[in-house]
């Protein structure tokens, strides 16, 4: 045997001669592929690189990669070079911030690292469960009361909204935090005071339309402050065939 079994390395020969050859490349092959970052799994041509850069080549491929699709492109002195995955290899995609496992069905994400939404399971047609936690920080408080940029997406089934006070609320003495029509769905008299926090947790219910947070001062109008609002949700994603 030449080459080991998993990865390809190559193997030192009995009394052969230049030994730092084979060594070498099998180091470098080593530092392609243990600890895999892929920097992008969608391009066709090889983009301008550094030394260390790693691709995974998309099919169709041209140029330099002509021919390598589905492999794995090191760059490194000016050079690429190509490794195939092998079973249960993982991958961190750096531009899509997740993790990627090698199966006998292909290339299948893992799941976003601590990302604001993540799928957690994902059928072959592209169906997915996402859990989300998306957050914004409503500043200048003026008014009666202030919406959220951020909405709870239809077709949402939201769990809480969360709050926390990040600069003292004036004006106010306290504030509701809820949705047009339920004031306070999500909190009632939440704390003015910066530090101030709330967990509005509710029964999980389904929205059925884009739909934003609204904050409403009590005891007067907000004159300034500053409130996080985090949505928790649960969002599926319909079947893409």
């Known amino acids: 045997m030449t080459r080991t079994a998993r990865l390809n390395l190559p193997l030192i020969a009995a009394s052969q001669a230049q030994k730092e050859v084979t060594h070498n490349e099998a180091l470098a092959r080593l530092d392609a592929l243990a600890h895999l970052t892929i920097l992008d799994r969608d391009l066709t041509a ?17 140029g330099t990669w002509a021919g390598q699709d ?12 190509f490794h ?23 290339w299948r994400n893992y799941g976003a690292l601590l990302s604001e939404v993540a799928t957690v399971s994902q059928s072959a047609s ?19 009361s202030a919406l ?25 003495s306290s504030f509701d935090c809820g949705i047009a029509g339920e004031q306070s769905k999500f909190g009632g008299a939440l704390g003015a005071a910066a530090g101030s926090t709330n967990a509005g947790v509710i029964g999980p219910q389904a929205f059925y339309a884009d739909t934003p947070v609204r904050l409403t001062a009590n005891g007067g109008p907000f004159t300034g402050g500053a409130v996080k609002v985090v949505l928790h949700y649960f969002l599926p994603v319909v079947p893409g065939a």
């Open 148 to 172: 959220t940029s951020i909405v709870i997406p239809n077709r949402a089934i939201v769990f809480g909204v969360s709050t926390r006070t990040t600069e003292a609320i004036t004006g106010a």
């Open 84 to 106: 195939a995955p092998v079973l249960g290899l993982l991958a961190y995609v750096a531009d899509e911030g997740t993790l990627a496992v090698f199966t006998a069905a292909g």
């Open 46 to 62: 090889p983009p301008a690189a550094g030394d260390g850069d790693t691709y995974l080549v998309a099919g169709g491929a041209s």
């Open 126 to 144: 592209g169906a997915e469960s996402r859990i989300c936690t998306v957050e914004e920080e409503v500043t200048g408080l003026s008014g009666a």
């Open 70 to 81: 589905g492999a794995i492109a090191s760059h490194a002195d000016g050079y690429w070079t």
